[in-house]
């Protein structure tokens, strides 16, 4: 392995940590940011759904938002990423999710199972397709699989 696949996988690694805070930030230009204009999506219908380009991601995202009274009513933690580089500008990669909601508002469509108390919203995995355009690395593909509560596949 060469420095510059060493300093490819702690970019791709670092993206998927800047995507998550700017989820849970609701910073959509940050968001933005880290997809390609073609991406695509695969959420379990639960999550959204299957979903192409960046404007109906988006879309999806200030829908979620919407629920959201501040920054940081979701949590994602990111943890055990694997990234393939697969050329000089593609890669791939899996990491697990643990997903929280630290805010709840009773009859709101990001609650937990037993509300407040239960902050955990989901385990899952987190499948990526990962491209390197005008030098910075973007999500091409994201594919998330739950384990917990329900696994959807």
């Given amino acids: 392995m060469t420095l510059e696949d060493l300093i490819a996988r702690e970019e791709i690694r ?15 230009t ?18 959204g759904g299957a979903i192409t380009g960046i404007e109906a991601v988006l879309e999806l995202f200030r829908a979620t938002w919407a629920n959201c ?5 979701t949590v994602h933690f990111i943890g ?14 899996h990491c697990l999710l643990l997903d929280f909601v630290t805010r709840q508002e009773e009859g709101s469509p990001i609650a937990t199972r037993g509300g407040h108390d239960n902050p955990m919203l989901l385990i899952g995995r987190y499948d990526d397709e990962y491209v390197r355009v005008d030098g910075k690395w973007k999500f091409k593909t994201i594919r998330l699989m739950t384990a917990w509560p329900m696994r959807a596949e």
């Fill in 69 to 73: 009274k501040a920054p940081l009513d």
């Fill in 30 to 47: 940050a968001v933005r940011a880290n997809f390609a204009d073609d991406i695509v999506c695969h959420y379990p219908v639960a999550f």
């Fill in 80 to 93: 055990n990423h694997s990234i393939e580089l697969t050329g000089p500008d593609t890669a791939k990669g």
């Fill in 14 to 28: 670092q993206l998927r940590c800047d995507y998550s805070t700017a989820f849970d930030t609701i910073d959509e």
